[in-house]
Nanobody, 127 residues
Framework: QVHLVESGGGLVQPGGSLRLSCAAS????????MGWYRQAPGKQRDLVAS??????????NYADSVKGRFTISRDNAKNTVYLQMNSLKPEDTAVYYC??????????????????WGPGTQVTVSS
């Protein structure tokens, strides 16, 4: 079983900063990708940023709305991904979810890739 736990959300004024963390734990063989998504009330869940492991490198991807303001990073030794959010705007208000594509051995001892989600953390940008 694999679990994702987010931390670091809260209330911040416009122009402020927050740092989100997401730690993966459990029977992990390999982490293929980790990312942050957000969902505002009445809207769909959208990708904010992701980091993918491929060919020995790490590739990042950002939503256009956060480019230049948010930075995603990953600590492979800790199975943790971070999202540094600067110059926050009221429109960044949402529940932020950590998602990960993780390879783990199932009960039949076959390695499979599964997608996991954290419970979410609220980010509110308001004066």
């Amino acid at each position: 079983q694999v679990h994702l736990v987010e931390s670091g959300g809260g209330l911040v004024q416009p122009g402020g900063s927050l740092r989100l963390s997401c730690a993966a734990s459990g029977s992990i063989f390999s982490i293929y990708a980790m990312g942050w998504y957000r969902q505002a009330p009445g809207k769909q869940r959208d990708l904010v940023a992701s980091v993918t492991s491929e060919g020995g490198g790490a590739y990042t991807n950002y939503a256009d709305s956060v480019k230049g303001r948010f930075t995603i990073s990953r600590d492979n030794a800790k199975n943790t991904v971070y999202l540094q959010m600067n110059s926050l705007k009221p429109e960044d208000t949402a529940v932020y979810y950590c998602g990960a594509a993780i390879g783990a051995f199932d009960s039949d001892n076959v390695l499979r890739r599964h997608d996991y989600w954290g419970p979410g953390t609220q980010v509110t940008v308001s004066s």
